[in-house]
């Protein structure tokens, strides 16, 4: 199987007073956490690729959508590909729209957003592990029955990730088809704590 990790990260944070990707956060931009936590999980889940006897392999490719110039060398640096959002007013649907056209070859699509520091590498992992083993064609996080990100969406859910509009994710997907959805449970529900305002990152 083909998948494809991306990091959604160039939003205009117009909540947050600021360019929240860019704010530091215990010494370092919060953009990084997130991506790094990708670069991990696909490390990872290479190596247990080199330690699989049998089954399928897994083949992984790392994409990062934004508009920041900062985000995209760094993003190069650890060996993602960089896609630019142009129009990133028009919400989150059009970041993961150009990651979706720009990844016609996948299989499924795992999608993070950048604003999530404290997410683990380990949990990526077992999301994707527990999704391969589920056959279903969908698979999100989740904490005490609140999804999160991130989502993971096979090829057969295309056309309507597309349709999205505007600040819409693909949590609206996920709800109307809840009955094809491996949910991973997470046990800190800081995990999936995203930023929303300045106070959330002095928690």
Not at 48 to 67: A, F, P, S, Y
Not at 76 to 100: D, H, T
Not at 104 to 131: E, I
Not at 195 to 203: A, E, L, V, W
Request: aromatic fraction near 8%; proline fraction near 3%.
């Amino acid at each position: 199987m083909k998948l494809e990790i991306i990091l959604l990260a160039a939003g205009n944070s117009r909540r947050f007073g600021g360019n929240k990707l860019l704010h530091i956060l215990n010494g370092q931009p919060m953009y990084r956490y997130g991506l790094k936590c990708l670069k991990d999980a696909a490390r990872m889940l290479e190596e247990e690729n080199e330690n699989r006897d049998n089954g399928e392999i897994l083949t992984i490719k790392k994409t990062v959508v934004t508009q920041y110039k900062e985000i995209a060398g760094q993003a190069e640096q650890w060996g993602f590909k960089v896609l630019y959002n142009k129009a990133p007013e028009r919400g989150i649907s059009s970041s993961l729209k150009i990651a979706l056209e720009a990844g016609k070859d996948a299989d499924a699509w795992l999608f993070c957003v950048a604003d999530q520091p404290w997410l683990l590498p380990s949990s990526v992992c077992r999301l994707v592990r527990g999704f391969l083993n589920s056959e279903k064609g969908i698979a999100c996080v989740s904490c005490e029955g609140q999804l999160g990100n991130p989502c993971i969406f096979t090829r057969a859910y295309e056309k309507e990730l597309m349709c999205l509009e505007g600040d819409v994710g693909g949590k609206k997907v996920i709800r109307a088809h809840q009955e094809d959805v491996f949910f991973y449970p997470v046990a800190e529900k800081r995990q999936l704590q995203d930023i929303d305002y300045q106070t959330h990152s002095r928690q």
